[in-house]
């Protein structure tokens, strides 16, 4: 179904998404309704009207919190992104040095990160700078594994073909190779983009003086469940927020070939 707006700005709503507001209206209601009537305390789990009411009473807060979070997760998303691009390409042009680095990058990406993030608090303070690092070492590896496969699943009639014309190394890899990892990066920046926000707040929990993580730590801390909550509602939908930023960027920059819809 599809719904026309205005002459110059048509907003669609197809059924999917028809489909995912009446789910979550419903799961809402559903939790509303459990709460009214076997009288939770708000202490163990609060209603929704009540995170919401918190939420909006203290916008000013969360949107502080939230701006502080939110850089800490892109920034470390572009490092991790940028690195895992390059060892990537790296290895691409020096097969060689496959096996120490991907050895490398699977130990770190078998390291928790969890137990680590003290250390880097331990070391780098309170400030954005450990929380930068541990996003970026959380999304790099998916970015690497997935650029990486793409650059090596180049057409092979179309390589020989460049090669039978005496083109270079590099003109193959910018010319075939890399366009043809392009969708493998968006596929893999589905997965790292709401898993910085993660990286960001797991760090936030282990020591920081602001951020989302922070205010999720004092929430928790002092048994107030809407606070909690109500940080939980606003990373869920920056993390769809994110996702959906990357699927657009994908029809643009991948535009020959149909993108999937989670």
């Known amino acids: 179904m599809t719904l026309k707006i205005t002459s110059k700005m048509t907003v669609k709503f197809d059924n999917n998404l028809l489909v995912t507001i009446a789910l979550i209206v419903g799961l809402l209601a559903l939790w509303e309704g459990i709460v009214t009537l076997q009288q939770i305390p708000v202490y163990i789990v609060p209603a929704p009207s009540r995170v919401l009411t918190t939420l909006f009473n203290n916008l000013g807060y969360f949107a502080d919190a939230l701006l502080v979070t939110v850089s800490e997760a892109l920034i470390g998303l572009f490092i991790g992104t940028s690195v895992g691009v390059l060892l990537a390409s790296l290895l691409s042009l020096r097969p060689n040095l496959e096996r120490g680095i991907m050895t490398l990058a699977v130990f770190v990406k078998s390291t928790p990160l969890v137990a680590i993030a003290p250390l880097l ?36 009639a ?28 968006f596929a893999a920046l589905k997965i790292s983009g709401p898993l910085s926000l993660i990286g960001a707040v797991v760090a936030e929990w282990t020591g920081a003086s602001q951020g989302i993580g922070k205010a999720m730590w004092l929430a928790y801390s002092n048994l107030n469940m809407p606070y909690l909550f109500a940080a939980i509602f606003i990373l869920a939908f920056v993390g769809q927020f994110v996702y959906s930023i990357t699927l657009w960027l994908e029809r643009r920059f991948v535009f020959w070939q149909p993108v999937a819809e989670a």
Do not use: Q
Request: avoid cysteine; glycine fraction near 6%.
């Open 121 to 156: 608090t331990i070391w780098l303070g309170f400030g954005m700078a450990p929380k930068i690092i541990l996003t970026a070492l959380l999304t790099f590896f998916p970015v690497l594994v997935n650029v990486f496969s793409g650059l090596s699943r180049a057409d092979v």
């Open 158 to 185: 179309l390589l020989d073909t460049l090669r039978s014309w005496h083109a270079s190394r590099w003109e193959i890899f910018w010319h075939v190779r890399m366009p043809g990892a392009l969708p493998y990066l």
